[in-house]
Structures are given as C-alpha cells and as structure tokens.
C-alpha cells in the first residue's frame, strides 16, 4: 500500500486549540460506522487495536492527545484519520475532537473504543444489532451484564461498582457499569451531546447529557482484556478521586 499523507485541515474546537487533521491513505470503507479511538501515550499497542478496528470495515478516527510516543509512526499505511491535538486535552477532549470530525465526515453512527487494547471489536456488531432493535440512540457497554467476560480484579470491580452509585448521585442515572470506554450512538445522539469536561469526568457528562437530550439508552455486555500494560497504564484510585472533585467542581459552577 502506497502511503499518502494530507494535512487536510485544522480544525478548532471551543476556540482554544487545535487540532490537524492527517488522513492515511484513506479509501473509504463501506460503512456508516466511525469508530473514535482517543490514544495518549499508546504507541506499543496502538496499531494492533487499530488494525482489528479496520479489518471489521469501519470507519477509523484516532484522536492523539498529544502523545509523547509518536504513535502516527505505528499507524502509517492504515486507512484512517489520523487526528492531532496540539496540546495534551484529555479523554473526554480528544472524543468530543473525534465526534465533531466524525459528524463533519457524513458519520450515521459513532463507536467509543479505547486504545489500550482492553475492549473487543466484535462486540460491536451486538451494540449495532441492540441500538436498532431497541430503537435506542445509545448503547453503553457493561462488563457487569450477564454475558459480559473479562478479568477484572475484585479492587477494581468494588471501586466501579462505587463510581456507579456516584454516577446516580450525579446523574439520576444508575448502570452496572461506569466509565466502560466503549459505547455506540447514532448520530442524533452524537449530535447532543457536548462535552465540556474534558478528562475522565466526561464519563458521567455524557449520562447528564443523555438525560439533558431524553436520549435513549441501553446497556450491553461487553469483554474487557486487562493486560500487564493496561493495568500498569490504567486509571488509578488517586485519579477516581481527581474524576470525583472534577464533577463536584462542575456542579458548581454549571
Ligand atoms: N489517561 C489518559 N488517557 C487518555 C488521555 N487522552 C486520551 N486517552 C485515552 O483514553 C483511553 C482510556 O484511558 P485509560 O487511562 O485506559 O482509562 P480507562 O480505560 O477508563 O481505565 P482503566 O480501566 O484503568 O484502563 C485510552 O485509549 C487512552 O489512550 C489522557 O490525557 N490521559
Ligand atoms: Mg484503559
């Protein structure tokens, strides 16, 4: 495959960064699907997480939150949008950065996935198949539903579990499971929502914002792979804290 690298564009987002937009050699997969793939720091894993993205067929949109690790280096040649936030923004920045591009591109639905290779690509095709079923306009993943695998520690299960109370407390909205990375919407609910919260707070924004918009919502089992990278690599219980006092700050100054 012959590279082609475009700076397509530059785009602003709340007029206070920027970001570019790289296209890799794209030839457009037949698919409606954008997957958005915020990355920071993720080059040992990123292209194989990529690559199973692509080989299903959608669309790929990865937000580098202004890694250290060059990870534009491990996704030369695959068909996707290659997104460059200039200064380091945060999980919730680098979706909100993936949504807007996402939606700019004709995208009728919008995949979440994590780069650090814990989710599992084929559980897409049952959030596709529970969203039209139910007519719902966004499905969050669970990994506390029957059906649902991995191998989470019993810490960090109890320190989840702990997060979806808060969530309610927060949102009125109580789930078995909080700050699972993968969801799927379509592109009215993509539309709604608006993230401000741009770190890992932006979980329990997009239950407000569901509430805020009366979208509807549904859960789903999904499998989640903890790896020796991923857990060295994860959030820790001093960041669950920060997340807590960003909401508490949020509130009051909403
Ligand atoms: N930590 C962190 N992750 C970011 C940032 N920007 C984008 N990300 C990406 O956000 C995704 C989720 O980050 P994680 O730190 O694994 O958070 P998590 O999956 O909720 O937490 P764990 O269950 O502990 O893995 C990954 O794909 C990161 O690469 C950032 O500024 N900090
Ligand atoms: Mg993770």
Redesign the pocket.
């Known amino acids: 495959m012959i590279q082609l690298l475009i700076i397509k564009s530059t785009i602003r987002i709340s007029g206070i960064f920027a970001a570019n937009v790289i296209e890799y050699n794209l030839t457009p997969p037949n698919s409606s699907i954008f997957v958005i793939?915020?990355?920071?720091?993720?080059a040992s894993v990123i292209r194989k997480t990529v690559k199973e993205v692509v080989e299903k067929g959608y669309h790929v949109i990865v937000v580098d939150?202004c890694s250290k690790d060059n990870p534009g280096k491990q996704l030369k040649g695959l068909p996707i949008y290659y997104l460059q936030h200039r200064v380091?923004?945060?999980?919730g920045a680098?979706l909100q950065t993936g949504i807007r591009v996402a939606l700019k591109k004709g995208a009728e639905y919008l995949v979440t996935f994590?780069?650090?290779g814990?989710h599992d690509v084929n559980d897409i095709d049952g959030m596709i198949h529970k969203l039209k079923e139910d007519q719902f306009d966004i499905v969050l993943g669970s990994r506390f539903l029957p059906g649902a695998g991995g191998n989470i520690s019993a810490g960090?299960k109890l320190l989840l579990k702990a997060a979806c109370y808060l969530n309610y407390l927060f949102t009125g909205i109580l789930l078995t499971d909080a700050?699972n990375?993968l969801r799927f919407m379509n592109r009215h609910a993509a539309e709604s929502i608006r993230l401000k919260e741009n770190?890992?707070a932006h979980a329990t924004e997009i239950l407000k914002e569901i509430k805020k918009h009366g979208l509807k919502f549904g859960e789903f089992p999904v499998h989640i792979h903890y790896t020796e990278y991923?857990k060295k690599?994860?959030?820790s219980l001093l960041n669950s804290v920060r997340i807590f006092f960003d909401l508490v700050l949020n509130k009051i100054f909403d």
Do not use: L, T
């Open positions: 793939i915020p990355c920071f720091n993720e939150d380091n923004m945060g999980q680098a994590d780069a650090d814990q960090r700050h990375g770190r890992m991923s690599k994860g959030q």
